[in-house]
C-alpha cells in the first residue's frame, strides 16, 4: 500500500489552516488601526472582512478587543503584541505546511504528521483558554474568535487524521531515525514564521510617548475644599485622582477596564465628582447625564461609604440617568430607599456647597469638561489611552519617566 | 533537492505576504498617527470654567471691579473688609438708585434678609434663606452682602446698624459652610440709611419675611445678598 498522506485530509488541513488566517488577519487588521489612538469601526462576521462593521463598540469582537487579554506586553510598549498577530502567524505557518505537502507528493512519515498535531495543537490550546477568558472574564464570545477556534480544531482534526493514515500505512522504505532533527527544523521554521512579522510589526507601529505626557495636568491638586472621596487601590499606591460622574457609563468601562489591568492596585486613588447634569452644573446647557447631580449629593453624604454609592451609581446607571431625566423626585426616593443614611443630607445646603465645591476644584484646575479623567500625580492619562494602551500609558505615567528623554520616541 | 527548493520558496512567499500585510497595516496606523498628533495639537477643548451671565455687561463688571477692589475683596492682605456708606458712593460713582438698578438683572438669583428693627441677629427664616442662597452658588465667583438700615434714629447708629447686619451675615457663613475660599467670595456693602435705599418694587423679590407685610422701612431693615455669575 503507497504510504502517501491522504491528500483530501492534507487539502482540508490547508483550508482550516486558511480559514484561520483570514479570522486572524481581520483581527490583527482591525487591532493594528487602533494604534493610531483612534476609535475604529471593526469587523465582526462569520464571513471574515464581510458583513456590516461594528462601529458601535457593542460587538463581542470589540469587547474583546478592548480586553488587556487580547494583547501582550501592553506595559512595555503602547497597545502590546496583540495576540490575533501570533495567531495569523501560526496559521500562516501551518497553510505553509499544508500546502509544502500537498505539492511535495511524496509518502508522508508518521513523524512529519505527529509534528502537524503537534503544531496544530497549539492554536488550539489557546483558543481553548482564550474561549475560556472570553466566558468567564469578558463576558462574550467574538464572531471572530469562534471561526479562530473553528479553524483551530479543524486543523488539528485534520492532522490527526493524517497521522493516523501515515500510522496505518508503514512504508518500508521510509528512513528510520530520530524524528528530533526533523522537529527542531520545523519548529525553527516556525519560529521564523512567528517572529519576522513580529519584529516588523515592533519596528513600524507608532510610537507614542511623547504625546502621554501632553494631555494636561492639574494646576491645584491638593484637596482645600475636603471633596475628594476615596476610591480604593492600594493604601502606599501612587496618588491618583480620577474624576468621575456616578453615571457615567464610559466611567463605569473604566473602573472595569482598570480593575481588569491590576492597575487599580498599584494606586491610591481619590475620585472628585464632575456631574455632568445642568442641575447643580453650570457649565453646561444640556444634561447628558441626568440625576448626576442627586447621585452625587449621595455620594458626598456617604463619607466613608462613598464608593459604595459610586459603584451601585454606576451599575445601575442606566436606569437612575432614565429616572433622572423622567422623574427627579422618584430617583431621589431610590437613592433614600437604598441608603437610608443619607435621607437626612441628600438636598441640605452644606452638601450642594459641596457639590459646587468640587465643581470649583474643576474650575481651578482648568480640567476638559468630560468624565472620566485619570490624573496620576497630576498628570492626565490622555482619553486616547484609556483602551489598547491603557497599560503602557500608566506604566509610564506612574514611573514618572521624564518620556522626552526616552529613546522610544516618535520615528522621525 | 527540488523539494528543498519548493519549500524554501514557498515558505518565503507565505511569510511575504504575512509581512507585507502586517507592515502595510502598521506602517498605516504609523501615518494616521502622526496625522492626528499634528492636528490635535492645535485643537481646544472646553474646560471647566466660572459662570459669565449675559447680564455681565462691560459696564457692570467695571463698577463690580471698582467696588470689588475698593472693599477688599480683590486685594490681597486686607485686614479689614467692606465698605462704608461714603465709600461705597463713592466708588460707585452712582446715584443710589441707579447703584440699585445695577442688581436687578439678579432677581432671580438674590434674597433679601429681613432683620428686626434695631436688631442683627439673624432670626431662623433669615438663617435658611441665607444658607439656601449661599448653597446655590453654581458658577458664581462673588457673593455680595449689601446691607442697609431704616431711617429710623440717628445716621451714625444706623451707619452701625447695618455694618453689624453684614457682620452678622458673613460669621453665620464663616461658621457654617467653613469654606476656604469665603474671604475671596464675600463682599460686603454696609449703606445705612444714607445711600441706595431700597424702593417698594423690592418687595416682589424673595425675602426671609415674605409673608409678612412689606414697607420701604421694613424692605431696607435689612442685609441684600446675591452671588454674582460675571468672570471679572
Not at chain 2, 124 to 147: E, K, N
Request: a neutral charge; aromatic letters at 8%; glycine letters at 8%.
Amino acid at each position: 500500500m503507497e504510504n502517501k498522506a491522504h491528500p483530501a485530509l492534507l487539502v482540508l488541513f490547508t483550508v482550516f489552516a486558511a480559514i484561520g488566517v483570514a479570522f486572524t488577519a481581520v483581527s490583527t487588521h482591525d487591532y493594528i488601526a487602533h494604534l493610531d489612538r483612534q476609535v475604529h469601526s471593526v469587523s465582526c462576521s462569520a464571513l471574515p472582512g464581510l458583513g456590516t462593521p461594528d462601529s458601535t463598540g457593542e460587538s463581542g469582537c470589540y469587547a474583546v478587543m478592548m480586553s488587556p487579554y487580547s494583547a501582550l506586553m501592553r506595559d512595555v510598549t503602547w497597545g502590546g503584541i496583540p495576540i490575533a498577530l501570533l495567531g495569523l502567524s501560526v496559521f500562516a505557518y501551518l497553510v505553509f505546511l499544508g500546502l509544502s505537502m500537498l505539492l511535495r507528493r511524496a509518502p508522508g512519515r508518521p513523524e512529519e504528521m505527529g509534528y502537524m498535531v503537534a503544531a496544530a495543537s497549539l492554536p488550539v490550546l489557546t483558543s481553548i483558554y482564550y474561549w475560556y477568558i472570553s466566558v468567564a472574564e469578558i463576558g462574550t464570545v467574538c464572531t471572530n474568535c469562534g471561526g479562530i477556534y473553528l479553524a483551530s480544531f479543524g486543523c488539528l482534526g485534520a492532522a490527526i487524521g493524517l497521522f493516523v493514515v501515515a500510522r496505518r500505512s508503514p512504508d518500508p522504505e521510509r528512513p528510520h531515525g530520530l524524528a528530533w532533527p526533523l522537529y527542531m527544523g520545523q519548529f525553527v521554521l516556525g519560529v521564523v514564521f512567528v517572529f519576522v512579522p513580529l519584529f516588523f510589526y515592533l519596528g513600524i507601529k507608532p510610537m507614542v510617548s511623547t504625546a502621554i505626557s501632553r494631555c494636561g495636568e492639574l494646576l491645584q491638586p491638593e484637596d482645600k475644599y475636603r471633596i475628594q472621596i476615596p476610591l480604593g487601590g492600594s493604601v502606599g499606591g501612587t496618588p491618583a485622582i480620577e474624576i468621575i460622574d456616578p453615571l457615567c457609563p464610559a466611567c463605569k468601562g473604566f473602573k472595569d477596564r482598570l480593575r481588569s489591568s491590576d492597575f487599580d492596585s498599584k494606586l491610591s486613588l481619590t475620585g472628585v465628582l464632575f456631574p455632568l447634569d445642568k442641575t447643580c452644573n453650570w457649565m453646561l446647557s444640556e444634561s447628558p447625564h441626568p440625576g448626576a447631580c442627586q447621585v452625587s449629593q449621595a455620594v458626598l453624604c456617604a463619607g466613608n461609604n462613598a464608593s459604595a454609592v459610586i459603584d451601585w451609581a454606576l451599575l445601575n446607571n442606566e436606569k437612575l440617568r432614565a429616572l433622572g431625566a423622567s422623574d427627579p423626585a422618584k430617583l431621589d426616593a431610590t437613592i433614600r430607599e437604598q441608603f437610608p443614611a443619607v435621607a437626612n443630607c441628600i438636598g441640605k445646603p452644606a452638601v450642594k456647597a459641596q457639590i459646587n465645591k468640587s465643581l470649583r476644584w474643576l474650575v481651578a484646575n482648568a480640567v476638559p469638561i468630560m468624565t472620566p479623567q485619570l490624573y496620576i500625580r497630576g498628570k492626565r492619562l490622555c482619553a486616547e489611552d484609556s483602551d489598547l494602551g491603557l497599560e503602557f500609558a500608566l506604566s509610564q505615567l506612574i514611573a514618572g519617566t521624564s518620556v522626552a528623554a526616552r529613546t522610544q520616541e516618535v520615528p522621525q | 533537492m527540488k523539494h528543498l527548493i519548493t519549500q524554501g520558496v514557498l515558505g518565503v512567499l507565505t511569510l511575504s505576504i504575512v509581512v507585507i500585510s502586517v507592515s502595510s497595516w502598521t506602517s498605516s496606523a504609523a501615518r494616521r498617527a502622526d496625522a492626528v498628533r499634528s492636528v490635535g495639537e492645535g485643537q481646544k477643548v472646553a474646560v471647566a470654567a466660572v459662570a459669565d451671565e449675559g447680564y455681565c455687561s462691560a459696564e457692570l463688571k467695571v463698577i463690580l471691579r471698582r467696588v470689588l477692589t475698593s472693599c477688599g475683596l480683590i486685594k490681597e492682605g486686607q485686614v479689614s473688609r467692606g465698605c462704608e456708606p461714603l465709600q461705597a458712593k463713592n466708588v460707585a460713582a452712582m446715584s443710589g438708585a441707579d447703584f440699585n438698578a445695577l442688581f436687578r438683572p439678579l432677581a432671580d438669583r438674590a434674597a433679601i434678609i429681613q432683620f428686626d428693627q434695631g436688631k442683627t441677629e439673624l432670626d431662623a427664616s433669615a438663617i435658611d434663606f441665607l444658607d439656601r442662597t449661599f448653597s446655590d452658588q453654581r458658577g458664581a465667583s462673588y457673593f455680595f452682602v449689601v446691607s442697609r438700615a431704616s431711617p429710623d434714629g440717628s445716621t451714625e447708629t444706623n451707619r452701625t446698624l447695618s455694618e453689624g447686619r453684614a457682620n452678622a451675615v458673613l460669621a453665620h457663613l464663616r461658621q457654617r459652610f467653613n469654606d476656604p475660599d469665603l474671604d475671596k467670595e464675600v463682599g460686603l456693602l454696609w449703606l445705612g440709611e444714607e445711600f441706595a435705599q431700597l424702593e417698594d418694587e423690592y418687595c416682589g423679590w424673595k425675602r426671609s419675611r415674605g409673608d409678612q407685610p412689606c414697607s420701604a422701612a421694613e424692605l431696607n431693615r435689612s442685609a441684600f445678598i446675591a452671588w454674582i455669575d460675571c468672570r471679572l
